[in-house]
């Protein structure tokens, strides 16, 4: 009888099949891997699209967006205080936001056309209930509400533009950002001259960092 050489074939099959079995699982896992874990992606870097002014971010777009926005109620409602208002300075206030908000909005339309950005052609939902608030109001709870609410929304709006300037890389928006502050600047003003804005319903100042507000080192520059 021939003395037999290596492993039984029946074991050998057995082998290659649980070896291509193995590999099927290191394949499979594999995949799991790349598929859970995709390589890290700025989102920034998804959202923005060059243009001829520098990068446009997704901050710039909404930043269009809320300023197109804030004039779509603030026109209607500065003709509400035409007929709605007591105060006398409500309806001028009333006026002059309503006049300076077309030009701003004309502005709004103009740097998004440049930039290829579609704007809303309606306020959001929190400020279509504002509007029904005030057209369902007239006098002295008018005057309240109108100064209140515009006094709140343009200190929002103009955090919006002052983080936007501060840091875009677009040169129009950078241009639109420091025009609407000036905008929003003069209708917290002329908001406040009404003597109605409630200061203490606004929202608390950012708290100081302790770098910030910690006092100089010795011989440190002042």
């Known amino acids: 009888m021939a003395r037999e050489t290596g492993m039984p074939k029946t074991m050998k099959r057995l082998l290659r099949g649980e070896l291509f079995m193995l590999a099927g699982f290191v394949v499979a ?3 799991t891997i790349v598929l859970v874990m995709p390589p890290s992606i700025d989102p920034a870097a998804i959202a923005a699209t060059q243009t001829s002014s520098g990068p446009l971010t997704a901050a710039d777009r909404d930043l269009l967006i809320k300023v197109r926005q804030a004039g779509l109620w603030e026109m209607p409602v500065g003709e509400y205080a035409a007929t709605r208002a007591e105060s006398q300075r409500v309806k001028e206030v009333g006026r002059q936001i309503m006049n300076e908000h077309a030009r701003l909005d004309l502005m709004t339309r ?4 440049k930039l290829g950005v579609a704007l ?3 306020p959001n939902a929190d400020q279509q209930s504002w509007m029904a608030q005030l057209a369902a109001e007239r006098g002295p709870a008018f005057d309240r509400d109108y100064a209140n609410l515009l006094r709140a929304a343009h200190g929002k709006v103009f955090s919006t533009l002052a983080a936007v300037r501060a840091g875009t890389r677009n040169s129009e928006i950078r241009k639109f950002a420091g025009e609407g502050m000036n905008f929003v600047m003069r209708h917290m003003s002329y908001l406040e001259s009404t ?7 606004l929202p608390e100042p950012p708290t100081p960092s302790p770098a910030t507000s910690a006092r100089p080192a010795a011989g440190s520059p002042s």
Do not use: I, M, R, W
Not at 195 to 200: K, P, T
């Open 120 to 122: 809303p052609d309606e």
């Open 195 to 201: 003597g109605l804005v409630d200061h203490e319903q």
């Open 29 to 31: 896992a594999a995949a």
């Open 110 to 113: 103009q740097t998004a056309k």
